[in-house]
Every structure is written in C-alpha cells, then in structure tokens.
C-alpha cells in the first residue's frame, strides 16, 4: 500500500495538470468560433485617399511619358555599315578592332562571335557560348580580362565625369521616379481596396506565414529553371515562347488595373458581364476594354521589343502584384525581406562562381519581355538605345511589405490614434534612399547589385523604427489579416456559395 500512497500526489497533479490544459484549450476553441462568428469591418477609408489614388495614378502616366520622351531624344541615325564611337566618329564595321572598342555589336556580322585560333594555325569564326567556362577568354569575348579592365576604367570615368549632368542623372532619375511612384501608388490602392465593403471587396492572395518561408526557394527554381532554358535550349522559338507566355499575362494585367482605376473614379467596381468557367472568375467592361489595349501593346512589343511599351507593361505588372497580393502579419513580411535578401544576394554575386555566368543579369538580359523595366543612358555604335536595367522583383517585394504597412495605417487613422499615413511615409523615404544606395554603390563599382541587399534593410529598420517610437512595436507585431478581411467571406460561407452554384 505505500508505494500507491506516494503514487497518489503525483497522480492527482497530472489530472489537475490535464483538466487545467483541456479547459484552456476549450476557452481557445470559444474565443475563435466567437471571433469566426463575427464579420470583419472594413476600417473607414481615410480622408482624401480617393483624390491621392487618382493624382497618383495621373503622375505616374505623367512620368512614364516624359521619360519616355527624353529617352526618344536619344535617337540619331547611325548610317548602315558604320559604328558611332562614344566620341561622336564613325567607323566601318569591316575595320571594326574588337581589342579597342569591345566585343562586336548586334550590327556587325559576327555578333556574339570571337575569332579564335585552331592549333593548326587556321584562323575561324566560333559563338561566345562554346568558349570554356573557365577561359582563357581571348579578343572579342565579353569576358576577356584585358577588355574588362579597359571598359571598367572607361565606365569609372565616364560616371565620374557625368555625375551632376544630365546624362548621368537621366537614368537614375527615371528609375527612382518610376519605382517610387510604383510603390507609393500600389500602396496606397491596396488601402483603398482594403477599406472597400465586403460586398464590393475584391479579394487579394493572403500571404501566410509558410508561404513566405518557401518564396526565396520558388523563386530560386524559376530563376535557375530560366537560366537553363536560355543556356541549352535559347533558340529563337524558346525565347518568343517565353515572351509571349509573359505578354499573355500582362494582357490581363493592364485589364485589372483599367478596371480598378475606373472603379476608383466612379467610386464603386463595374458590374460583370459573364463569369469565366472553372477560374471562379467574372469580367466586366473595363477589364475587356484594357485587355484589347494590353493585347494591342503585346503585338507592338513582339514586332519591335520596345522599352517604352516594356515599361508600360512593367509598370501595371508592379502595381497589380502589390495591390493584390496581401501580407497576413508583419510577421510574414520579415521572412519575407529577409529570405528573398539572401536569395538576391547568391544569384547576383554567388552564382558566378558556382555556375560559371551571373545567373541573375544572364536572365535579365537574355529574356527579351518585360520583367523589367528599363531606363535609356545612352545611344550604343549601332544607333539603339543602351539601357539601366530594374527587376520588377526589387519594386513588388518591397511594395507588399509597404501596402501592408499602409493598411495598418488605415487601422490606426480609423481608431483616431493617427492622422496619417505616417508608416507608409517614413517607409517610403527610406525605400527612396536604399534605390539612391543601390545606384551609388553599382555606378561606383561598375557591376550589377543585388537591389534587395539595400532595399530590406532600410524599409524593416524604418518600420521598426516607426512602431518603437509611437509605442505600437508589440501591436504591429501581433496584427493579423485574415483571409476574411481580404475577402469579405468566410470559408465556411465560400463553401456555402460554390454548393449553391
């Protein structure tokens, strides 16, 4: 009998330990059937956010124009069977020295070739691509050490001399007007969507916490997935391929934003038309009208690649990826940053010495659609534009993390513990100042940088920031958004509605 007396103590602390755990774990299942109970209100849309969304929108054409037509002006004819020196000479392209002015240009005939020497003395013609991984590189290769040192040289002064004049400016000017005015705007969309009622409410694609865990992996493997492609099987017909998959797209891109710039304008969506079978999805008139507009500008991008029409593209690509694709927690969006900063940083500097080429300009530059936006510094020898390039990864990302800081701001404006946007500003001054980092540090080293490096750190340390300051860190940490407020419908009343359909 004494061993069950001593036994009995510990016996009845484990069933008071049980009872205690099970009747908190039924105060948790009655706290969220009590919260799944109640409908989600939309906080009230801040004041003046209708004519900001609009201004914006209307600054952001206004930019893309004016670059547009400044980087037109550019343009001179360079007459056919000549090469323009950066000095303003020309020479013929038959006398054209690859040792002095660099690997041949898309205008000469041996474009993406090097003339390389065979053992027995004969002298022939061979592709850049059929050059050893690890050299020797000789003239005319895009990686031949002499080369590389002679047009970083002439880059570091050319920027040096440029630096306050409008041919350097130019550029990184269109960059950061563009990119800004992308975020900012997206930003501030996303707000207005967020605040919208749930009957109107078009619904974003929440983010959780798991998805951002597995977004530098995903995109790793379609990145790397591309660079194959265009390495083993870059034929022309691959490339128009991916082009136009890319183009089908933006298509519906340019439609969504069409739509939802005229819903603002009226302040309430359009009506659908139809519904489309097995997508769950409806179109109005606005999204068919920008459809044909986007389908116009995808033939004029396939018959001539142009950059004005990429960036056009590229831009309502931006916009669409920020106002409908949510954050569900502050939380999720540190993961986020801070995984695609490490992703961003293997591909642009690792990658090299791993797969032998930069993985991530490889793509860019060899992807002829726009997942891009492109910025005009000056006319190449062949009379063509040569341009600064962006990926539309280091404008999106960074704008989702924002929009979602703009949300909390509508929360907070709603419960009258802010007069402001002043998250979204305070974040967007230092996203400007991580773009002006970024173009310093690539202009100073003359080599592609990885955006995200500058870019993370600035906007979660201003957020950071922001929150310590005003006292709200623990809140802003623990805010949630749940599929509900994004949608407006609970997943028990979405299965109701497709059982009725």
């Given at each position: 009998m004494a061993p069950n007396r001593a036994s009995s103590p510990a016996a009845r602390e484990r069933k008071a330990s049980e009872e205690t755990e099970q009747k908190l774990q039924d105060a948790d299942a009655k706290d969220k059937q009590a919260g799944s109970s109640e409908k989600f209100v939309a906080p009230p849309r801040p004041a003046g956010l209708r004519g900001s969304v609009v201004t914006l929108y209307i600054a952001l054409l206004a930019s893309v124009a004016l670059f547009a037509f400044l980087?037109?002006?550019m343009v001179h004819p360079v007459p056919e069977g000549k090469f323009e020196k950066k000095d303003g000479t020309l020479v013929d392209?038959?006398?054209?020295?690859?040792?002095?002015l660099g690997p041949f240009p898309k205008c000469h005939p041996h474009f993406e070739e090097h003339e390389f020497v065979a053992e027995n003395g004969t002298r022939i013609w061979r592709k850049n691509s059929q050059a050893p991984s690890g050299g020797p590189y000789p003239v005319g290769h895009p990686e031949n050490p002499e080369w590389i040192a002679k047009s970083n040289e002439e880059a570091r002064k050319e920027n040096e001399e440029n630096r306050f004049r409008w041919a350097g400016l130019q550029p990184n000017l269109h960059l950061l007007a563009l990119a800004t005015l992308c975020v900012y705007l997206g930003s501030k969309?996303?707000?207005?969507?967020?605040?919208?009622?749930?009957e109107t409410r078009e619904a974003a694609q929440l983010l959780q916490k798991e998805d951002a865990y597995w977004f530098p992996v995903m995109g790793s493997c379609v990145l790397f997935g591309l660079f194959l492609v265009l390495k083993y099987l870059g034929t022309d017909f691959v490339k128009t391929a991916l082009t136009?998959?890319?183009?089908f797209m933006c298509m519906f891109g340019v439609g969504t934003n069409l739509?939802?710039?005229i819903a603002v304008v009226r302040y309430k969506p359009m009506k659908p038309l139809f519904s489309i079978p097995f997508f769950d999805?409806?179109?109005?008139?606005?999204e068919l009208l920008g459809m044909c507009i986007g389908a116009a500008m995808a033939y004029g991008f396939m018959m001539s690649k142009n950059w004005i029409i990429n960036n056009l593209f590229g831009v309502s690509f931006c916009l669409v990826g920020i106002k409908m694709i949510s954050l569900s927690s502050y939380k999720t969006g540190a993961i986020m940053l801070v995984g695609l900063f490490f992703y961003d940083v293997f591909w642009v500097f690792g990658s090299k010495s791993v797969f032998g080429s930069n993985v991530m300009v490889s793509v860019a530059k060899g992807v002829e659609a726009p997942i891009k936006l492109m910025f005009p510094r000056a006319l190449g020898g062949c009379g063509k534009l040569a341009h600064s390039m962006l990926g539309l990864g280091d404008i999106v990302v960074p704008g989702i993390f924002i929009a979602f800081l703009a949300k909390w701001d509508a929360v907070k404006i709603g419960e009258g513990k802010s007069k402001s946007f002043v998250y979204l500003n305070t974040t967007m001054v230092a996203y400007v100042l991580s773009l002006i980092t970024t173009v310093s540090i690539m202009l100073f080293f003359n080599a592609?940088?990885?955006?995200?490096?500058?870019?993370?750190?600035?906007?979660?340390?201003a957020s950071l920031a922001v929150a310590v300051c005003r006292g709200e860190l623990k809140e802003l940490w623990n805010y949630f958004i749940s599929e509900e407020d994004e949608s407006g419908t609970t997943t028990d009343e979405k299965n109701a509605e497709n059982k009725n359909k």
């Open positions: 980087g037109e002006q392209l038959s006398e054209y020295d690859p040792s002095d969309h996303s707000v207005w969507i967020f605040t919208e009622p749930a136009a998959g890319i183009l739509d939802q710039l999805q409806t179109m109005n008139l606005m592609a940088q990885p955006a995200l490096l500058y870019i993370v750190p600035y906007v979660l340390v």
